[in-house]
């Protein structure tokens, strides 16, 4: 037998409620340990819209659209499109914790899929561009050693899953051992806060970057500075061979640790002084709130590269969100050369009422009940407001009044409202001076 899987009856249920009017695809949401995997979740994937979809719901209106644009199932596999598949794979990876991914798709229909070649070649192709579009995406971590291919048949009830491990040789499905537990799988909350403080230069050039281009060289920066970093789980450095249940058994059966991030200082053996010129500079500021969900058999190092992934996921998912609502750069304005940004704030999802979390955000203005309909439509579940924290992080507009974080959000925010403010302050009483300059050689001469 080859791998094990393990899950929860209410996924078993969940998969036997597809396929009974035709076929029917989706993601499968989970954690790859290294004995064992869990599937938490299954994903129906939405079928793509076309423009007169889109037109008519902006609208708010139903008249005109196609019924058949908004079902999920269709006629055959071969009818799947494996590159809106492999979009889907990565918008839910951006609202996955750290640690947690897509571990393969789910097809549901009235036939046994996996007999016939065509359909194995067709699923194994939309695996394929899925595994490529993480690997052109290294910072929200979507890569895993096994892909799943879970099958079920509606007429017979019967479901099979089987897992790919090489895509380099000519593709063979393994048989996996998957259970279906009634008890729920324990799951354990690690929780942690970066607080981010950094200036980086950006080198003068002759052809100026954008800003996506500039955050993403941020991003590879704060992903080696975090990689770095050294993780206490309670206040203790633990064996990387120790699983977190000993760790739960010695602090009286608790499901949520305190995890504190340790950054090396940036060491420097010459003493020479370089320097390098620089057209512009960007400010890291904020308060970054990560919530990572593992289970009692994750070894310590499993779970201390799933905080630091949670970490760089988060920040890569609302950087690239912030850069994609921008109507235009802000750069070598002549009215203000310096532009406060603000990336969308993070909100935490109860899935299943269970302690597993997922990710949304929310751009200032945002209400949290807006979240809810890009869950329903990309994650395929109902989620009520009381299964949404929504306080974990604040807004610039509301650091006054939020209770949500230290004391430092706000000296930090501050910063930067106060070297505005000062740059303004500045800059009139520098135009009021000109000014009365020019009356006295006016009158003197």
């Not at 203000?336 to 940004?341: A, M, P, R, S, Y």
């Amino acid at each position: 037998m080859g791998r094990t899987v393990i899950s929860e009856v209410s996924l078993r249920s969940r998969l036997t409620s597809f396929g009974t009017s035709g076929y029917e695809v989706g993601l499968i949401l989970g954690q790859s340990l290294e004995k064992e995997d869990y599937f938490i979740h299954l994903a129906r994937t939405p079928p793509p819209r076309t423009k007169n979809v889109v037109e008519e719901s902006l609208i708010g209106s139903s008249d005109g659209i196609d019924e058949s644009d908004s079902k999920n199932d269709f006629e055959s596999i071969q009818d799947i499109q494996e590159y809106w598949l492999a979009d889907h794979a990565t918008d839910v990876t951006r609202m996955l914790p750290g640690g947690m991914r897509i571990l393969g798709i789910f097809v549901a229909g009235p036939e046994d899929i996996l007999d016939d070649s065509n359909n194995i070649e067709k699923l194994t192709v939309s695996i394929v561009i899925i595994l490529t579009n993480f690997l052109n995406n290294q910072y929200l971590y979507g890569t895993n050693r096994y892909y799943y291919i879970l099958t079920y048949n509606s007429k017979t009830q019967r479901y099979v899953c089987k897992m790919i491990d090489d895509f380099r040789v000519e593709c063979t499905l393994k048989p996996v051992d998957i259970k279906f537990r009634s008890k729920r799988i324990p799951w354990i909350e690690l929780e942690t806060t970066i607080n981010l403080d950094r200036m980086f230069c950006i080198p003068a050039s002759k052809e100026p970057k954008s800003l996506k281009q500039q955050l993403q060289e941020i991003l590879e920066d704060v992903s080696k500075m975090i990689d770095s970093a050294l993780i206490t789980i309670e206040g203790k450095i633990r064996s990387s061979e120790d699983l977190i249940e000993i760790i739960i058994a010695n602090e009286n059966d608790k499901n949520q640790l305190q995890v504190d991030l340790y950054i090396p200082c940036e060491k420097s053996t010459s003493m020479e002084t370089k320097i390098k010129p620089c057209s512009e500079s960007l400010w890291l500021i904020g308060q970054l709130v990560s919530k990572t969900i593992v289970t009692e058999k994750t070894s310590i190092e499993e779970a201390t590269r799933a905080i630091k992934e949670d970490i760089i996921r988060s920040l890569a998912s609302r950087l690239e969100m912030h850069v994609d609502s921008l109507i235009e750069e802000e750069n070598d304005s002549p009215e203000e050369n310096i532009t406060l940004h603000e990336p969308p704030r993070r909100i935490l999802i109860h899935l299943h009422k269970s302690r597993v979390t997922l990710s949304s955000y929310l751009f200032p203005g945002e209400e949290p009940q807006e979240a809810l309909v890009s869950l329903q439509e990309l994650l395929d579940v109902d989620v009520e407001d009381l299964d949404i924290q929504k306080e974990i992080e604040c807004h610039a507009e509301s650091i006054d009044t939020c209770q949500c974080g230290p004391s430092i959000i706000p000296e930090n925010i501050k910063k930067v409202e106060n070297y505005l403010s000062n740059l303004r302050i500045i800059g009139l009483g520098v135009a009021i001076l000109i000014g009365v300059i020019a009356m006295v050689f006016h009158n003197l001469y």
